[in-house]
């Protein structure tokens, strides 16, 4: 079969690795492999390019994507989907490889409902796809979250301070809570658990008072807080515009919040905010393998004729699951969870 693959949404570490193993395994069992460019603004294009194994040989240890990614919704698109169909007609495509987040993946979704025989593959930093134990990119993330923690705990301590951290993840907590965790952040916010910004304060001036000189709280940027708080009545936002499937870009909690626990608390406060850095370099050991397994997952999709399949960790299993169960729902972090490791304070 000619096989046809994108990649689409935010790039993450393991992308590359995901490309190698279809493309190898692909190859191995006689099919012939073309890689679009740019997600699904490539398919609207016409722009591909054959993937040879000498092409994905080293490719599993970089960052990023070889075929590049964009956020383009080909639905949003002038004629997308009779652009679509002349495209994989031209190029001779006989299965659509989509490897992506929920809005890539509910673009292969549709085009399964309209006939097409896709298949997908589940990546994001953010690890809120549903059916879906991990995606991969989101280990090598919040190593990186955790690294940059542990290197703010010393000058947050060395200057006595309160150090805010923003950390990625949209609307799912799981980043925040890891990383905070592995972190050994002493506060940490979730989109899921609205914060109060008294209990907060009044937390961080508990730590001071037991002799506790600084402290971390660890914020995801889709962190909001309680209804009706007059301090803030919904997240805080880098820009209110929105991409083309209607997500709002996120950004500046930190930054707020920084500003409000020295209002409140009369501590030293600053913020960082990690954005992009979590996304970018070389993907961590488990986000390899796990890419790797799924690329070959979607081969065997192939040769067992099942479409409209997503490829998916299951304990320690990769099985395979609808991707209409997959898509348009996002996995949350419990609240059970969050207070069961921790929940708001460490260290009081
Ligand atoms: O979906 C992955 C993600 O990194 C989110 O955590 C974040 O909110 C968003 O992408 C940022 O988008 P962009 O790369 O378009 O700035």
Not at 59 to 78: A, Q
Not at 93 to 99: C, E, N, P, T
Not at 199 to 206: D, P
Not at 247 to 263: C, D, M, P, S
Request: aromatic share 6%.
């Amino acid at each position: 079969m000619r096989i046809g693959i994108l990649t689409g949404g935010g790039d993450c570490p393991g992308l590359n690795a995901t490309i190698r193993g279809i493309v190898t395994q692909g190859i191995k069992e006689g099919h012939e492999i073309i890689g679009f460019f740019d997600g699904w603004l490539g398919i609207l294009e016409n722009r591909w390019e054959s993937l040879t194994e000498e092409k994905v040989e080293d490719i599993h240890r970089e960052g990023g994507t070889i075929l590049h990614t964009s956020r383009t919704n080909p639905f949003k698109e002038e004629r997308g989907l009779e652009r679509i169909k002349d495209t994989l007609k031209k190029a001779e495509v006989d299965v659509l490889v989509a490897i992506g987040g929920d809005d890539t993946l509910g673009v292969a979704e549709k085009l399964y409902e309209e006939g097409f025989k896709t298949i997908g593959v589940p990546k994001t930093i953010d690890n809120d796809l549903s059916s879906t134990d991990y995606t991969f990119g989101f280990d090598t993330a919040i190593n990186i979250a955790v690294e940059a923690l542990d290197r703010l705990h010393t000058t947050a301590k060395s200057h006595h301070r309160v150090l805010v951290v923003e950390i990625m993840g949209r609307h799912a907590g799981w980043m925040t809570l890891e990383a905070g965790i592995g972190g050994g952040a002493h506060i940490i916010l979730i989109p899921e658990v609205p914060f109060d910004i008294e209990e907060v304060c009044q937390a961080l001036i508990e730590r001071k008072n037991v002799g506790r000189s600084y402290s971390i709280v660890a914020v995801a940027e889709g962190a909001k807080a309680v209804k009706g708080s007059k301090f803030l009545s919904r997240e805080v936002v880098k820009e209110e515009k929105t991409d083309a499937f209607g997500n709002i870009l996120l950004g500046g909690i930190a930054r707020v919040l920084e500003k409000e626990i020295a209002k409140r608390t009369g501590l030293e406060s600053r913020s960082v905010t990690l954005g992009h850095l979590q996304r970018g370099g070389r993907p961590s050991a488990f986000d390899r393998f796990l890419a790797t397994r799924f690329g070959i997952k979607a081969i065997e999709l192939v040769k067992e004729r099942k479409f409209g399949q997503m490829a998916a960790l299951r304990g320690t299993e990769i099985i395979s699951v609808p991707l209409k169960e997959a898509v348009g729902k996002t996995k949350s972090v419990p609240a059970e969870l969050y207070q069961e490791t921790g929940g708001l304070f460490w260290g009081k």
